[in-house]
C-alpha cells in the first residue's frame, strides 16, 4: 500500500514538472515567434506608400505630411507621428501631434512626393522644369504632352547622371589596376560633360506653405501623387522600393538609400568564415576523437573547448585585432608592401581578418558537432573496414568521415547562425559603415581580402544607436533587421538541404 502511494506521488511530482517545462518552452516560443513578427510586421511596411494628409489645427496652423504612427499617452492621450519632409519651417522631419489638436484632415492628392538623394523627401506640387519645354504642371489644364515631356527629361537626366557614375566606378578601377593616365583623364572628361548636361534642369516646385524651391532632376529618386494611387500603382511602387532598397548603397548617413553592400559583405564573410573555420574544426575534432590518448589532459582539452563557446564575443575581437591585424597583418605589410608604408594594406581591419576572428568564435561549436557526429558512427563499420585491411587514416578519411558528414554541416549551421550575427568583433576587426568598393569585383586579383567591408549587424546597431535622426532611422533599421534574418535563414536551409541530401545517400549507400 506505501508502495503505492510512493509511486502515485513520484508520479504526480514528475507529471508537474514535465508540465512546468512544457510552459517554458511554450513561453520560449510565443516570445521568439512574437519578436519575428514585430519584425516582419515593421519590416515589411517601411516602404509601403503612405498616404499625404493634411491637417488643419485649431490654433490656425497647417501641417501637411505622412502620418508615420500612432500611440497613446496618459498626459496628451493618442498623438501622431508625422513626417513633414525636409521643410525649413519645422523643428525637424518629424512631429508629433496629439490627435485632439487637429481641427480637421484631409487627404492631399495634389501634392506630389519627391525623393531626392540627399536632404530627405519633399511634399509640393510640381510646378515646371527649368531648362526643358515642359508646361506648367500646377495647372488643371495642363495636357498629358506636358506630363510625358516632363517624364522623358527626368528619365534622360537620370540615366545621364547614372551614366557618370558608372563611369566614376570604371575609373577608380583603372586607377586600382594602375592604367594609363591618358585614360583616365578621358574618362573624366567625359563624366563632367555627362554632369554638366544632367546640372541643366532643375524641377520647380511649391510647398505645402506657399514658398517656391529648385531641385537638380537628376537627384530626384522618385517623384509620385500618392494620394491619388490606386491599390495596384502602390504595389508596384511598393516592390520597387524593395527592389532598389536591395540593390543600391546607402544615403543620408545610412537613413535612406539601400543596404546592397552590407548584403554582399555580410554573405562573403560568412562564406569566408564558413571555409576557414570547418577544415581547422573537423582536424581538431578527428583528433580529438580517434587519435588523443585519454586522459586528464584530454579531459583538460574538452572543458577549455566547452568553455570558450561561453567567452565574450569582444574577447575574440581583441584578441583578432592585436593577433591578426597587428602581428599578422602587420609582418605581411613589412615583408612585401613596404612600398605603401606608412599607410597600411594588411595591418588594419579588413574582411580576412573579421573572417578569421569570427572562424575562432564559432570553432568550440563546429568542434563539439564533429566530435558528436564521429561518435555516433557505428563500430562495426569501423572493424569491418579494418578487418578489410584498411589503415585507420583510410577508415576515418572514406569511411568514418563521410558517415559523420550531416553532423559535420549541423555544426556548421549553428556557426553560421551564430558568426552572421555578431556585431561586436566585427568594429575592430574591419566593419565599417561605409564602403564604397566591395571586396569582390572586376579588378584582379578579384576577390579584395585586405578591404574594409559593410555587414548588416553593423548597419542595424548604425542605424539605431549612431544615426542623427532616429525617428527617420527606424523603418531601415526594421528592414535591414528582417533581410539579415532571411539571410541568416537562407544559409541555414542551403546547409540544412544539403545535410538532408547527404543523409539520403548514405541510407542509400552500403560501406
Not at 33 to 54: C, D, K, M, Q
Request: hydrophobic share 45%; with cysteine.
Amino acid at each position: 500500500m506505501r508502495s503505492e502511494q510512493k509511486n502515485s506521488t513520484v508520479r504526480e511530482v514528475g507529471s508537474a514538472w514535465i508540465w512546468l517545462s512544457a510552459l517554458c518552452i511554450a513561453l520560449a516560443l510565443a516570445l521568439l515567434f512574437g519578436l519575428l513578427l514585430i519584425i516582419f510586421l515593421n519590416g515589411t511596411s517601411a516602404f509601403w506608400p503612405r498616404h499625404v494628409y493634411e491637417a488643419e489645427l485649431w490654433d490656425g496652423s497647417r501641417i501637411v505630411g505622412q502620418i508615420i504612427s500612432k500611440d497613446r499617452s496618459k498626459e496628451s492621450g493618442e498623438r501622431q507621428l508625422w513626417f513633414v519632409g525636409n521643410d525649413t519651417t519645422k523643428a525637424g522631419r518629424f512631429l508629433y501631434i496629439v490627435s485632439r489638436d487637429v481641427k480637421e484632415l484631409r487627404k492631399a492628392s495634389e501634392y506630389h512626393v519627391m525623393e531626392p538623394e540627399s536632404g530627405g523627401r519633399i511634399f509640393g506640387v510640381v510646378l515646371n522644369v527649368e531648362g526643358a519645354l515642359v508646361g506648367s504642371l500646377a495647372d488643371e489644364g495642363h495636357s498629358e504632352n506636358d506630363e510625358d515631356r516632363f517624364l522623358v527629361t527626368w528619365r534622360e537626366a537620370r540615366s545621364k547622371i547614372s551614366s557618370a557614375r558608372l563611369l566614376e566606378q570604371e575609373a577608380r578601377r583603372k586607377l586600382r589596376a594602375g592604367s594609363g593616365s591618358g585614360i583616365d583623364q578621358e574618362l573624366m572628361q567625359r563624366i563632367q560633360r555627362l554632369k554638366d548636361e544632367a546640372s541643366v534642369w532643375k524641377l520647380i516646385y511649391r510647398t505645402p506653405y506657399g514658398r517656391e524651391g529648385r531641385v537638380p532632376l537628376a537627384e530626384i529618386i522618385e517623384i509620385e501623387q500618392i494620394s491619388a494611387m490606386n491599390f495596384w500603382e502602390k504595389l508596384f511602387l511598393y516592390l520597387t522600393r524593395w527592389v532598389r532598397f536591395l540593390t543600391t548603397e546607402p544615403r543620408v548617413a545610412n537613413t535612406e538609400g539601400g543596404i546592397f553592400p552590407a548584403i554582399f559583405g555580410t554573405f562573403l564573410m560568412t562564406i569566408l568564415m564558413s571555409m576557414a573555420v570547418v577544415p581547422f574544426g573537423v582536424m581538431a575534432a578527428i583528433y580529438l576523437r580517434e587519435y588523443a590518448t585519454p586522459g586528464p589532459l584530454l579531459s583538460t582539452v574538452r572543458v577549455c573547448v566547452n568553455n570558450l563557446a561561453g567567452v565574450p564575443s569582444i574577447v575574440f575581437g581583441v584578441f583578432g585585432l592585436g593577433f591578426f591585424v597587428y602581428l599578422v597583418g602587420g609582418t605581411i605589410d613589412d615583408f612585401f608592401f613596404t612600398d605603401r608604408k606608412p599607410s597600411p594594406v594588411f595591418g588594419t581591419g579588413t574582411i580576412l581578418w573579421a573572417s578569421l576572428t569570427l572562424a575562432l568564435l564559432t570553432l568550440p561549436v563546429v568542434i563539439v558537432a564533429t566530435e558528436e557526429a564521429l561518435g555516433a558512427v557505428s563500430r562495426g563499420l569501423r572493424e569491418a573496414a579494418l578487418a578489410c585491411g584498411a589503415t585507420k587514416w583510410q577508415v576515418i578519411s572514406r569511411v568514418v568521415l563521410p558517415a559523420a558528414l550531416p553532423g559535420v554541416l549541423t555544426g556548421l549551421i549553428l556557426a553560421m547562425a551564430r558568426g552572421a550575427g555578431e556585431v561586436a568583433p566585427l568594429m575592430i576587426t574591419g566593419v565599417v559603415k561605409l564602403a564604397p568598393d566591395l571586396p569582390l569585383d572586376g579588378v584582379p586579383p578579384f576577390l579584395h581580402l585586405e578591404r574594409k567591408f559593410m555587414h548588416l549587424g553593423f548597419h542595424i546597431y548604425d542605424l539605431g544607436f549612431q544615426s542623427p535622426d532616429s525617428d527617420a532611422a527606424r523603418p531601415v533599421a526594421f528592414a535591414s533587421t528582417l533581410v539579415l534574418i532571411l539571410l541568416v535563414g537562407l544559409l541555414n536551409l542551403a546547409a540544412v538541404i544539403l545535410r538532408e541530401n547527404l543523409r539520403r545517400s548514405l541510407k542509400s549507400s552500403t560501406f
